[in-house]
């Protein structure tokens, strides 16, 4: 049996394609993590205060607010979760601003679940 990578752990994500966000769900929990999910900025914000992610995957372009300004709320906050930001914005400007605000890792979509997976693993350290 395969071991479960990230066994409660808590992970937000957060994406306004359904299918995108049960995709990433489903892969999430097969290793073990707890997950909630926001469809929206605003949502994403109120998760960040009740759930307390340890690991928050976070589209860029999100109604109500955006991906990068949820990112920069979070690295206000004290001890925040590492943030991988999931995105179909190829632009190096976006890449860039992400990287100031203090993103642990930029995936452009489509992402193969494993890699992002992958990423999540290696940025909590397990």
Do not use: C, W
């Not at 359904?18 to 999910?37: H, K, N, V, W, Y």
């Not at 994403?44 to 955006?66: C, F, H, Y």
């Not at 949820?70 to 943030?83: A, D, S, W, Y």
């Amino acid at each position: 049996m395969q071991t479960r990578r990230l066994e409660g752990r808590r992970v937000l994500i957060v994406d306004d394609d359904p299918d995108i966000r049960s995709s990433m769900e489903l892969a999430f929990r097969g290793e073990g993590a707890a997950t909630s999910t926001a469809g929206d900025g605003a949502l994403a914000m109120r998760a960040l205060q009740t759930e307390a992610p340890e690991l928050v995957i976070l589209d860029m372009m999100l109604p109500q607010r955006s991906g990068l300004i949820v990112l920069e709320t979070i690295q206000k906050g004290e001890n925040p979760p590492p943030v991988i930001m999931v995105t179909a914005n190829q632009g190096r400007r976006h890449m860039a601003y992400a990287e100031s605000l203090g993103v642990s890792a930029y995936l452009v979509k489509p992402v193969p679940l494993q890699r992002l997976v992958e990423t999540a693993v290696r940025l909590l350290g397990e």
